[in-house]
């Protein structure tokens, strides 16, 4: 089901911004037995990331949103996954966009995509050439902008490498294409420091609480291939696949274990309450 600013349709005006230059923003949410995802954490993100590049999103728009998303959420009768998008709106052509536009929410559900069931115990995964552009104004948020993720994912087609890791043009280790990354050495865990560029994950921001609440000591720094090859356990998370442990870089022919530390994080992970 797909609705547009609450509407049933499946079309865009071709003179919207998120069309034409990718001014906007998305989030894709799990819904899973009858339940989004950490949707508080969605939502916020969204609205945070609305403040950032000055979309007028109001608190009546928001409310619509919602709506909406829980009317997508009715037709469900099996776990989904529901993608969010809102845009600036539909305008003239050039870059300069008119005060307070109306914006554009479209609210879409799609089959959960189906894993292999052991990516839950380790996973293979590669180093990607395409870099990350070091771009602190648009850093941590989920713009609609990812033409380096989809370049990235397309360099390979082997079905045994399940995910590609991301360094930024001054050769830092930031993430996954679809994923952020965790590294543990010596029992300590350690993720990238955002501020220059990648996405502010949900599920790193659950994780960031988790280690908290279980008093693992966490460093959120700049990391480079070196760290990842001097770890001891390494594993990328996203909202929908929740922590996949990796258990061997191509590239680097470095193999890992599926560690104590990342099993349990995995059982907290599975413990908690994920609509609080």
């Known amino acids: 089901?797909?609705?547009?600013?609450?509407?049933?349709?499946?079309?865009?005006?071709?003179?919207?911004?998120?069309?034409?230059y990718g001014d906007g923003l998305f989030e894709t949410i799990a819904y899973r037995h009858g339940q989004l995802e950490f949707l508080p954490d969605h939502l916020s993100r969204?609205?945070?990331?609305?403040?950032?590049?000055?979309?007028?999103?109001?608190?009546?728009?928001?409310h619509s949103l919602i709506s909406e998303i829980d009317t997508v959420c009715q037709q469900l009768n099996a776990d989904a996954v529901i993608k969010v998008m809102v845009t600036r709106g539909t305008g003239g052509r050039g870059y300069r966009y008119q005060a307070e536009m109306p914006t554009t929410r479209i609210i879409s559900s799609h089959d959960m995509p189906v894993y292999?069931?052991?990516n839950v115990s380790g996973i293979t995964v590669r180093i990607c050439q395409q870099r990350l552009a070091i771009n602190p104004s648009l850093a941590a948020i989920k713009h609609l902008n990812r033409l380096e993720q989809v370049l990235a994912r397309n360099e390979w087609q082997d079905e045994t490498?399940?995910?590609?890791?991301?360094l930024d043009y001054q050769e830092r280790l930031i993430e996954g294409?679809?994923?952020?990354?965790?590294?543990?050495?010596?029992?300590?865990?350690?993720?990238?420091?955002l501020s220059s560029s990648g996405i502010a994950g949900?599920?790193?921001?659950?994780?960031?609480?988790?280690?908290d609440e279980l008093d693992i000591p966490l460093h959120i720094t700049t990391l480079t291939l070196d760290d990842l090859k001097s770890a001891e356990?390494?594993?990328?998370?996203?909202?929908?696949?929740?922590?996949?442990?990796?258990?061997?870089?191509?590239?680097?022919?470095?193999?890992?274990?599926?560690?104590?530390?990342?099993?349990?994080l995995q059982n907290a992970l599975n413990s908690i309450n994920v609509i609080e």
């Open 161 to 166: 490498i399940a995910e590609g890791l991301m």
């Open 202 to 211: 949900i599920m790193r921001k659950q994780l960031i609480k988790i280690a």
């Open 1 to 20: 089901m797909i609705l547009i600013n609450g509407q049933p349709e499946n079309r865009i005006d071709v003179t919207d911004r998120g069309l034409q």
């Open 46 to 62: 969204l609205i945070e990331g609305c403040h950032r590049l000055n979309i007028d999103f109001s608190t009546v728009q928001q």
């Open 177 to 193: 294409t679809m994923s952020n990354l965790f590294l543990v050495r010596n029992n300590e865990l350690f993720t990238a420091e």
């Open 233 to 264: 356990e390494v594993f990328v998370c996203n909202s929908l696949v929740g922590i996949w442990p990796v258990i061997r870089i191509t590239d680097l022919n470095v193999d890992f274990g599926h560690g104590p530390l990342t099993q349990k």
């Open 116 to 118: 292999p069931v052991a």
